[in-house]
C-alpha cells in the first residue's frame, strides 16, 4: 500500500467561485504512482468546498442560484458578514473521495472535481490531497 500526499493551491475571486481543479488532481495522482486506490481531497477552512459535479456553465448558475436560494444573503444571521459562507460549506462539504483505476481518476464522462469558494471575499486556497493504492512500479 502507497500513500502519497500533495497540495494545491488556488487563489479564488470570492464568492461562488467554480475553480475546475480536476487536472490538477489528475496530476497528482499521475505523479503519485498509484495504480488502482482512491484520491482523497480535503479543503481546510470553514466557507470553501469540494464538489464533483458537470462543468457546464449553465448547471454552475443554476447551482450557484440554487445554493442561495437556501442559505440567502442576509443581515440576520448572528455571525456577521460571512455567516452565509460558513452555512454554505457546511451544506455542500469540505471533501471528496474518488477512484482510481490504472492510475486514472474513475469518474463519469460529464463530472469534474471544483473547489467552490463560499467565503464573501477572494482567498487563497490549499487542498491537501492523499492518493491510497496499489504502487504502478511494484504492484503492491
Do not use: C
Not at 469534474?112 to 503492491?140: M, W, Y
Amino acid at each position: 500500500m502507497v500513500v502519497y500526499s500533495d497540495r494545491i493551491g488556488k487563489r479564488t475571486s470570492g464568492e461562488f467561485d467554480f475553480i475546475d481543479i480536476t487536472e490538477d488532481v489528475a496530476r497528482v495522482v499521475r505523479d503519485s504512482k498509484i495504480r488502482d486506490g482512491v484520491v482523497s481531497l480535503f479543503i481546510p477552512g470553514a466557507t470553501a468546498a469540494i464538489v464533483v459535479n458537470e462543468n457546464e456553465k449553465n448547471i454552475i448558475r443554476d447551482f450557484r442560484d440554487a445554493i442561495q436560494h437556501m442559505v440567502p444573503d442576509s443581515d440576520s444571521y448572528r455571525h456577521g458578514e460571512n455567516a452565509r459562507s460558513h452555512i454554505r460549506a457546511l451544506t455542500l462539504g469540505p471533501g471528496e473521495v474518488i477512484p482510481v483505476k490504472d492510475r486514472e481518476l474513475e469518474m463519469g464522462t460529464w463530472q469534474s472535481i471544483f473547489l467552490v469558494e463560499l467565503d464573501v471575499r477572494p482567498r487563497n486556497r490549499e487542498i491537501i490531497v492523499r492518493a491510497i493504492g496499489t504502487s504502478a512500479v511494484h504492484g503492491g
